[in-house]
């Protein structure tokens, strides 16, 4: 079996609960090294050089709220931006998984973390015949941006024996690790709107209508969903 890569992002914190942001998501984005992903991402960088943000990183949720590196750019640009890059994520051979857990007000730290491993297990476990083993190799991407998780993932992965190298974000890496904060801001969007939450409001400026998220954004995401 050919080596994979997976890389990985993450919605949420190990802070207290906060009923506003109630989930703690955890995206693993799959890419199999033997379906190139060069032309894809070349056809992205020509699209954004059009738009001239050829060297804009993808952060989706500062896209959506005009924030950061996306502050004074115009909402039609913005979303013909994420367009583009929702545009790559469909195309591009790669597959998805998010691993949600609900906190709550009386979940400790240390019940968030039991939560998440379980949860991560679990799905290794399920995934387990279509991963790599022998010769084969994983390379799990993560910028080891919350110890707790890194931890956790390194935990989960090694107690399954399974082959393992841990790299951190690296530039090579960059428009791959920026397809898992896609997924991981697109998705916890939809999490909100099923609980019937509602969009908060730079949400509902940048898509419009729910049903139009669900048609143009949510949907067609899915159908990259790693199963």
């Not at 790559?88 to 007000?105: A, D, G, Q």
């Not at 279509?130 to 910028?143: A, F, H, M, Q, R």
Request: glycine letters at 6%; a neutral charge.
């Amino acid at each position: 079996m050919s080596s994979i890569e997976i890389f990985i992002d993450e919605s949420g914190d190990f802070g207290q609960f906060d009923k506003n942001c109630p989930y703690y998501i955890v995206t693993l984005v799959r890419h199999d090294s033997d379906a190139p992903v060069i032309t894809h991402i070349g056809d992205l960088e020509y699209r954004l050089a059009m738009l001239g943000f050829e060297d804009l990183p993808i952060h989706t949720s500062p896209a959506i709220r005009g924030e950061d590196a996306y502050y004074g750019i115009d909402l039609k640009t913005r979303r013909k931006i994420l367009s583009c890059f929702s545009f790559f994520m469909r195309k591009c051979p790669l597959s998805y998984k998010t691993i949600v857990v609900e906190k709550s007000p009386s979940m400790s730290t240390d019940d968030l973390s039991s939560a998440i491993s379980k949860a991560i297990d679990d799905f290794l476990a399920d995934a387990g015949g279509t991963l790599p083993s022998g010769e084969g190799k994983i390379s799990v991407v993560y910028d080891r941006g919350q110890p707790q998780l890194a931890k956790i993932l390194s935990d989960s992965f090694a107690s399954r024996a399974l082959p393992v190298r841990h790299f951190k974000s690296l530039p090579v890496y960059a428009r791959l690790v920026q397809v898992a904060d896609f997924a991981c801001t697109i998705e916890r969007i939809g999490m909100r709107l099923s609980s019937g939450a509602g969009f908060a409001r730079p949400e509902m400026i940048f898509f419009g209508t729910e049903r139009r998220f669900r048609k143009e954004w949510l949907l067609p995401l899915r159908k990259k969903a790693w199963s």
